[in-house]
C-alpha cells in the first residue's frame, strides 16, 4: 500500500475515498457539503443517443425509500442515478439514494446470480446425505425436474408426517404461503425481528409502535423543539436519504441534541450532539433514573420538572390516587421508584450500577428534559432488540408521560426510525393493492423465533395459550430467505438441518445462507426484472414506483410463477389463487393510489388514467382523474406532496387525546396511558416464559450487563466479559448487498473496540480477533476507537455467515454466529444482549471480504 500510494493512488484507496465521498453526497446530511438546489428536470424520460432512464426499484429494507433510477443502454443497465426530478430545498427535499442503492447494479446483474435450478449432488428423496448441506456439490437441473422435486417431496411429507412437518419459514412469501394454505396448511414462524420490544408491548399500554401507528411529529413540527433526545438511534447509517436532513433542518431552527447511545455515531457527530454513552440493553435502568430524579427535583412552583396535570388527566398507575378499579394500590409506579415498599429506590446511583452513566449525568438528564419547554423524544428500534425488552419499551413511554411531551407542538415521545425516521405521522399518499385474494393458514402451529433450534432439534416449541406444543419439522421452503442468516445461533441451525429435515428448497437469485444450506435451489427474478412495483411504505410524504428495467436473466422466473407452477403439480386450484396477470397486479397498485388532498382530510385519486392508458396496457381499469398522469408518474418514478409551514398536512401524534381525554379515549382497558398495565402480565401468562411486569419494573435482562461478571456484587467479569450490539451498517440492508464487491471494498466491516480494551488486551489496529459466545465463535479484523465505551464490541449486523468446517468458526463476522435464542417475555428477540469474549487471533491473519471468492456456481451438467 505505500508503494501504491507513493507511485499513485491505488484502486482500492481511490474506491474507499471515492465511496466516503459519495455517502456524503449521498446522504443530506454533511455540513456546509450539500450540494446546491438541482436544477428540474423534464417530466418526460430522459432518452438520448445512449438510452433511457428508468425508475429502478430500490427494493431492500433499510428505511431510506429513496429513488433510483437506472440509464438502460440495449437492455444493458450503464448507470445509476438519484432524484433530480424536482428542486432540492429544506420542506421539498429531494429523495435522494445512497451508496447501498447506487451499487444495486453489482447485485442485479452480479456474478453470483443463480442462473438456473439446481439441486445437490447427495440429495435423493428423503434428504440423500444431510451432512453435505453446504459444502455438496451442485447438479445443473430442468425446471420441471427441479418443480417436480419439490411437489414429489411435498406430498410426500405430507403423507408420512402431515402439513404440520412443512415449515414455510419467514411467513413472507404470499404467493407460496397462498399455495399452500390451499394444500391442506403449513407450519409458519413469528417474531420480533427489527421492532424488538416495540412490536406488541405498545397496544397494550396505549401507545403507537411508529410502524403502522405514529407515535410521534411529522418533520416540519420537529423544527419546533427545542432539545431532541435520539436514543439508540443512528438515522445516518440504518435509514439514508432523506431522514437525518430533516434533523438538521431542526438544528438549524435551534434545537439542541443529546445522543444516548453505546457508541458516538456518525449522527451524534453530524448535530454536533452531546453523547452519553450506555451500556447496551440497559436504557431501561437509565430512564427509571431519570424518572427518580425527576420525582427527587421537581418543585411545581419554583422547578417544574413533571407534567402532573399530563399524568392526572391522561395516564392511569402513576401513583395510588390514580390506579385503576380493581388494582392494589401499593403497586403504583412512583412507590415502585422511591422504594416505598422495595426499600430499594431506583435512584440514579442505582441506575449508574448498570447502565454505566453517572449519576451526575442521570440527574443531569432529569433536568435538561423536564425543564425544557418543547422536547423530542425519539428512540430506535435498537434497544428494544433485548431480552426482556418490553420492561424498556414501558419506561420509555413513561418517561414521555412523566413530562408530558406528547401531544403538543415540539413534544413528542416514540419510535422516530426506518421510514419514519424524523418525520411522523401517517401517510399522505399511498399505492393501491394488487387484486389477490389471501387465503388463511388452516394449521395454527407457529414457531416463535427464539425457538426455531429448539423446535428443530427437541421437537418441542410453545404457542400462545397453548403451552408445549410438539413438532416433527421435515420440510423448509425458504419464503423468506434470510430466515437461517438472521435467526440468532446459525452455527447451532445448521448442525439440525445436517441431522433432521428431509428436504429443503430455496427460491433464490443468489446463494445466501438458506440457499447455501438447501437441498434445491430455484433461480427468481429480482424486482428489476418484473412488471414494476410501487414500493409502499415510502416516508409519508412519497410515493415511489419502479418499473421493468431488464428481461428476465438467465432462467430466473419470479417467485409468483414459480408458486403457480409448484401449486399446479400439487393439484390446487392456481386460477383461483393467482386469478389475474401480473401485469394486472402491478396496474391495479397504480389504479388504486390515493393522496390527501389539500384540505388535510380527502383521499382523492393519484394518477390520471385515460381509455388510451388501458388500451395501451391491455389491462382492466377505469378512467380517473388524478394529481399527475399514469406515464408522468412512471417516468419520473415519484410524486411527492409538497409542504409549507401551516398547511394541512402536519401530524401531532396523541394530539386529540390529549386535548380531551374523555371524548377521545386510547384503545386500552383504561381508556388512558397505562403506567399500571395488568394486560401486559396476563399475556405474557399466556406466552408462558417470563412474567412481565404491570408497571415499568426493572428486570436483568439475560445475557445483559449484570450477566458479564462472575460475581456481581465484587464486580469480577466471568467468561464472556463483553457486551455485544450489533449496528446497522452502511454496506448493506440487513443482510441483503452483503455480496456485493464495490461495498464489501468500501466497507470492510470490522469489529469495532474500544481503544483501551484493546490495548489491554495487546490488540492493534488491523489485526485478527477471535469472537466467542456459548453459542459460537467468528473471526474479524479489529478497528480501534475511542467513540465506543470501554467494555462494549460492536459487531456490525447482517454479515453472509462463512464456516470454517475444520474449526467450525465462522470467517464472516456474522452477528448471529455469536447469538442467543432465548425465548422471553412476548417473543422478543435479544440481539443486542449477547455476551463474548475477545481474544487476539493466534492463527493466520483473515483474508479481507473483498478478497474472499464469491459464491458463484454454474452446477455440474450431467
Same mark, same amino acid.
Given at each position: 500500500?505505500i ?8 484502486r482500492r484507496a481511490?474506491?474507499?475515498?471515492s465511496s466516503a465521498?459519495?455517502?456524503?453526497a449521498?446522504?443530506p ?12 428536470q ?9 438510452g433511457?432512464?428508468k425508475p ?5 429494507n433499510?428505511g ?9 443502454v440495449d437492455?444493458v ?5 438519484t432524484?433530480?426530478?424536482?428542486s432540492d430545498?429544506?420542506?421539498n ?12 447494479r ?5 456474478a ?8 445437490r449432488?447427495n ?5 440423500g ?15 420441471d425436474?427441479?418443480?417436480d ?11 408420512? =408426517?402431515?402439513?404440520e ?6 411467513s #413472507?412469501?404470499t404467493? &407460496? ?7 391442506g396448511?403449513?407450519?409458519s414462524?413469528w417474531? +420480533?425481528?427489527?421492532w ?8 397494550y399500554i396505549?401507545?403507537h409502535d411508529?410502524w ?8 416540519l413540527?420537529?423544527?419546533?423543539s427545542q ?18 436532513y430533516? =434533523? ?5 431552527a ?6 444516548i447511545?453505546?457508541? &458516538?455515531?456518525?449522527?451524534?457527530e453530524?448535530l ?18 431519570i424518572m ?14 413533571i407534567?402532573w396535570?399530563?399524568? /392526572?388527566?391522561c ?7 390514580h390506579?385503576?378499579t380493581?388494582? /392494589?394500590?401499593?403497586?403504583n409506579f412512583?412507590?415502585?421508584?422511591l ?7 431506583k435512584n440514579?446511583?442505582?441506575a449508574?450500577?448498570i447502565?454505566g452513566v453517572?449519576?451526575d ?5 432529569a433536568r435538561q428534559i423536564?425543564g425544557?419547554?418543547r422536547v423530542?423524544?425519539?428512540?430506535g ?28 407542538s415540539g ?6 426510525c426506518h421510514?419514519?425516521a424524523? /418525520?411522523g405521522?401517517?401517510r399522505?399518499?399511498n ?18 423465533h /427464539?425457538?426455531i433450534?429448539r423446535?428443530l432439534?427437541e421437537?418441542?416449541?410453545?404457542q400462545?395459550g397453548?403451552? !408445549?406444543?410438539?413438532?416433527d ?8 430467505n434470510?430466515t ?9 441451525g445448521?448442525?439440525?438441518?445436517r441431522?433432521?429435515v ?10 445466501h445462507?438458506?440457499a447455501?444450506?438447501?437441498d ?15 414500493l #409502499?411504505p415510502?416516508?409519508?410524504?412519497v410515493l415511489?414506483?419502479a418499473?421493468?428495467i431488464?428481461?428476465?436473466?438467465y432462467e ?9 407452477e409448484?401449486?399446479?403439480r400439487l393439484?390446487?386450484d392456481v ?10 397486479q ?9 393522496v390527501?388532498? !389539500?384540505?388535510?382530510?380527502t ?6 388514467i385515460?381509455?388510451?392508458?388501458l388500451?395501451a ?27 409549507t409551514e401551516?398547511d ?6 396523541y394530539?386529540?387525546f390529549?386535548?380531551?381525554?374523555e371524548k377521545?379515549?386510547?384503545d +386500552?382497558?383504561?381508556g ?9 402480565t396476563?399475556i405474557?401468562? !399466556? ?7 404491570p408497571i415499568?419494573? &426493572?428486570t ?5 450487563y ?10 469480577v467479569?466471568g467468561?464472556y ?19 456485493v ?6 466497507w470492510?466491516?470490522?469489529? =469495532?473496540l474500544n481503544?483501551s480494551?484493546?490495548?489491554?488486551l495487546?490488540?492493534?489496529?488491523g489485526e +485478527?480477533?477471535?469472537i466467542t ?10 478497528w480501534? +476507537?475511542e ?5 462494549v464490541v ?6 453472509w ?9 465462522d470467517?464472516?463476522?456474522?452477528d448471529?454466529?455469536?447469538? !442467543?435464542?432465548?425465548a422471553?417475555?412476548?417473543g422478543?428477540s435479544g440481539w443486542n444482549?449477547v455476551?463474548?469474549d475477545?481474544k487476539?487471533?493466534?492463527g493466520?491473519?483473515?483474508i479481507?471480504?473483498v478478497?474472499?471468492?464469491q459464491?458463484i456456481i454454474f452446477g455440474?451438467?450431467?
Amino acid at each position: 500500500m505505500i508503494n501504491n500510494l507513493l507511485s499513485g493512488i491505488s484502486r482500492r484507496a481511490f474506491i474507499q475515498i471515492s465511496s466516503a465521498a459519495a455517502a456524503i453526497a449521498a446522504l443530506p446530511m454533511s455540513r456546509g457539503l450539500r450540494a446546491e438546489p438541482t436544477a428540474v428536470q423534464p417530466a418526460t424520460a430522459v432518452a438520448d443517443k445512449t438510452g433511457v432512464w428508468k425508475p429502478a426499484a430500490c427494493w431492500h429494507n433499510c428505511g431510506g425509500r429513496c429513488l433510483n433510477k437506472a440509464l438502460v443502454v440495449d437492455g444493458v443497465v450503464e448507470r445509476q442515478k438519484t432524484d433530480d426530478t424536482h428542486s432540492d430545498t429544506p420542506d421539498n427535499p429531494q429523495q435522494r439514494g445512497c451508496l447501498r442503492g447506487r451499487s444495486q447494479r453489482k447485485q442485479v446483474f452480479g456474478a453470483d446470480r443463480i442462473r438456473y435450478p439446481m439441486k445437490r449432488k447427495n440429495w435423493a428423496p428423503g434428504g440423500g446425505d444431510k451432512s453435505l448441506r453446504g459444502r455438496d456439490q451442485w447438479v445443473r437441473i430442468s425446471w420441471d425436474e427441479a418443480l417436480d422435486i419439490v411437489a414429489s417431496e411435498t406430498k410426500r411429507i405430507k403423507e408420512k =408426517y402431515g402439513n404440520e412437518s412443512i415449515w414455510l419459514t419467514g411467513s #413472507n412469501g404470499t404467493h &407460496y404461503l397462498n399455495v399452500y394454505a390451499n394444500y391442506g396448511g403449513y407450519t409458519s414462524d413469528w417474531g +420480533t425481528t427489527s421492532w424488538g420490544a416495540w412490536k406488541d408491548t405498545p397496544e397494550y399500554i396505549g401507545v403507537h409502535d411508529g410502524w403502522v401507528r405514529f407515535g410521534t411529529n411529522d418533520r416540519l413540527d420537529l423544527r419546533k423543539s427545542q432539545l431532541i433526545v435520539l436514543w439508540g438511534a443512528n438515522p445516518a447509517w440504518s435509514s439514508p436519504g432523506s431522514p437525518t436532513y430533516h =434533523y438538521l433542518q431542526a438544528k438549524k431552527a435551534g434545537a439542541r441534541f443529546i445522543c444516548i447511545d453505546p457508541s &458516538y455515531h456518525a449522527t451524534c457527530e453530524l448535530l454536533d450532539a452531546d453523547w452519553v454513552p450506555v451500556n447496551p440493553g440497559t436504557d431501561h435502568a437509565l430512564a427509571l433514573g431519570i424518572m427518580y430524579a425527576l420525582l427527587e427535583e421537581d418543585d411545581p412552583q419554583n422547578n417544574p420538572l413533571i407534567d402532573w396535570d399530563f399524568l /392526572n388527566r391522561c395516564c392511569v398507575g402513576f401513583d395510588r390516587e390514580h390506579m385503576p378499579t380493581g388494582a /392494589n394500590p401499593d403497586d403504583n409506579f412512583k412507590d415502585y421508584l422511591l422504594g416505598t415498599f422495595t426499600h430499594e429506590p431506583k435512584n440514579p446511583e442505582w441506575a449508574s450500577e448498570i447502565c454505566g452513566v453517572a449519576p451526575d449525568t442521570i440527574r443531569g438528564l432529569a433536568r435538561q428534559i423536564g425543564g425544557t419547554r418543547r422536547v423530542a423524544l425519539l428512540t430506535g428500534w435498537a434497544p428494544a432488540r433485548i431480552h426482556n425488552g418490553e420492561g424498556w419499551v414501558h419506561a420509555f413511554s413513561t418517561l414521555g408521560f412523566m413530562t408530558g411531551h406528547m401531544g403538543r407542538s415540539g413534544r413528542m415521545t416514540g419510535v422516530c426510525c426506518h421510514y419514519t425516521a424524523g /418525520n411522523g405521522g401517517t401517510r399522505l399518499v399511498n399505492g393501491g393493492g394488487t387484486g389477490l385474494p389471501n387465503f388463511p393458514n388452516p394449521i395454527s402451529s407457529t414457531i416463535n423465533h /427464539n425457538e426455531i433450534n429448539r423446535a428443530l432439534t427437541e421437537g418441542k416449541f410453545r404457542q400462545r395459550g397453548k403451552g !408445549e406444543k410438539q413438532v416433527d419439522i421435515q420440510m423448509m421452503l425458504h419464503t423468506f430467505n434470510a430466515t437461517m442468516q438472521t435467526r440468532a445461533n446459525i452455527t447451532q441451525g445448521i448442525a439440525a438441518l445436517r441431522e433432521k429435515v428431509e428436504f429443503i428448497v430455496s427460491p433464490t437469485y443468489v446463494l445466501h445462507t438458506s440457499a447455501k444450506y438447501s437441498d434445491v435451489v430455484l433461480p427468481v427474478t429480482t424486482e428489476w426484472e418484473r412488471e414494476g412495483t410501487i414500493l #409502499n411504505p415510502s416516508n409519508r410524504d412519497v410515493l415511489i414506483v419502479a418499473v421493468n428495467i431488464v428481461k428476465p436473466l438467465y432462467e430466473a422466473k419470479s417467485d409468483q410463477w414459480i408458486a403457480k407452477e409448484i401449486g399446479k403439480r400439487l393439484g390446487v386450484d392456481v386460477d383461483k389463487i393467482f386469478p389475474i396477470s401480473e401485469k394486472q397486479q402491478f396496474f391495479n397498485t397504480l389504479q388504486g393510489a390515493n393522496v390527501i388532498d !389539500e384540505d388535510g382530510k380527502t383521499k382523492v385519486p393519484l394518477l390520471t388514467i385515460t381509455e388510451q392508458d388501458l388500451a395501451a396496457w391491455g389491462v382492466k381499469g377505469k378512467t380517473q382523474q388524478g394529481k399527475i398522469s399514469l406515464n408522468e408518474f412512471l417516468t419520473r418514478g415519484t410524486y411527492q406532496v409538497e409542504r409549507t409551514e401551516g398547511d394541512n398536512y402536519g401530524y401531532i401524534a396523541y394530539k386529540d387525546f390529549v386535548q380531551d381525554p374523555e371524548k377521545n379515549p386510547r384503545d +386500552t382497558d383504561s381508556g388512558k396511558f397505562e403506567i399500571y398495565c395488568e394486560k401486559l402480565t396476563r399475556i405474557s401468562r !399466556e406466552y408462558g416464559w417470563n412474567e412481565v411486569p404491570p408497571i415499568p419494573a &426493572y428486570t436483568a435482562k439475560p445475557k445483559g450487563y449484570e450477566e458479564s461478571f462472575s460475581d456481581w456484587k465484587g464486580k469480577v467479569k466471568g467468561e464472556y466479559p463483553f457486551q455485544v450490539y450489533n449496528p446497522h451498517y452502511l454496506r448493506r440492508s440487513h443482510s441483503t448487498l452483503d455480496n456485493v464487491p464495490w461495498l464489501r471494498e468500501a466497507w470492510p466491516s470490522p469489529v =469495532y473496540l474500544n481503544k483501551s480494551d484493546a490495548t489491554r488486551l495487546g490488540i492493534r489496529h488491523g489485526e +485478527t480477533v477471535l469472537i466467542t459466545s456459548a453459542s459460537g465463535k467468528t473471526l474479524r479484523p479489529a478497528w480501534l +476507537t475511542e467513540t465506543l465505551k470501554p467494555g462494549v464490541v460492536a459487531l456490525p449486523h447482517g454479515s453472509w455467515f462463512e464456516l470454517d468446517e475444520a474449526s467450525g468458526i465462522d470467517l464472516a463476522g456474522a452477528d448471529n454466529a455469536i447469538s !442467543e435464542q432465548v425465548a422471553t417475555g412476548f417473543g422478543t428477540s435479544g440481539w443486542n444482549t449477547v455476551l463474548c469474549d475477545v481474544k487476539k487471533w493466534q492463527g493466520p491473519a483473515l483474508i479481507p471480504d473483498v478478497d474472499r471468492p464469491q459464491r458463484i456456481i454454474f452446477g455440474e451438467e450431467r
